[in-house]
């Protein structure tokens, strides 16, 4: 499909441990966004890129999280000693230019034991 | 600070029972309002996008209209399949940025 995926689906890991999340966006999408989102609240702001560079990190949380996009077109979002207060539904969106409509994808469920 | 405020948290209507979401925002600029529905487990799906005041959409059951402070979503003659979490967000000038507010849980029922 043309739609924006993401990888894995679900997660669960262990507090302290390392995690990699991915999205491949809509192709020719050249914004792409990241959001972490609560049971019962809206999706929360991490970062947006603009083609390769990270236009806007103000939302990470702290230095744990780090996120690439290497090529301008997939994007990974690192998360570094992980504790139980990261776990979230992670969703990466795309849009044609970073104005106007985002198109999500389904979801990283990251659960940290 | 800009901020997003949906009312009301929950809403349980019968079928055909029309009624409106609102969707209050402060930002120091607009860029664009976002409406989307979310189901459970998936990711949010995009509705409309208004950019100015006085601007309507539309989309079966939907319309959305926008004021210089808030918008509304409206659903005429709802259906069971419209039962979801509708989500509004504003896109800021100064820098782009996307802010959400926490979504309005609408129940349809039969």
């Known amino acids: 499909g043309a739609g924006v995926s993401q990888t894995p689906s679900n997660k669960v890991t262990e507090k302290g441990k390392y995690v990699e999340l991915r999205c491949d966006p809509i192709s020719g999408h050249t914004a792409l966004y990241w959001y972490r989102q609560s049971l019962g609240q809206g999706p929360e702001f991490l970062i947006y890129?603009?083609?390769?560079?990270?236009?806007?990190d103000s939302g990470l949380p702290n230095d744990r999280f780090f996120a690439v996009r290497p090529e301008g077109s997939v994007s990974t979002l690192k998360i570094q000693r992980t504790e139980r207060g990261d776990s979230a539904v992670y969703l990466c969106?795309?849009?044609?230019?970073?104005?106007?409509?985002?198109?999500f994808g389904p979801g990283t469920r990251l659960l940290v034991l | 600070e800009d901020q997003v405020t949906q009312s009301p948290e929950a809403l349980r209507l019968q079928e055909g029972e029309s009624s409106s979401l609102n969707c209050s925002y402060t930002v120091s600029g607009l860029r664009g309002l976002f409406w989307y529905r979310q189901d459970p487990g998936k990711g949010p799906e995009f509705l409309f996008t208004l950019y100015s005041a006085g601007e309507e959409k539309e989309k079966e059951r939907l319309k959305a209209t926008l004021t210089k402070k808030e918008s509304f979503l409206h659903i005429t003659a709802p259906k069971p399949e419209d039962s979801a979490t509708y989500l509004c967000?504003?896109?800021?000038?100064?820098?782009?940025?996307?802010?959400f507010g926490k979504g309005t849980r609408l129940h349809i029922l039969p």
């Open positions: 967000a504003v896109q800021t000038r100064r820098d782009d940025k996307i802010i």
């Open positions: 890129f603009q083609g390769t560079g990270a236009a806007d």
């Open positions: 969106a795309s849009s044609l230019t970073g104005e106007g409509a985002q198109y």
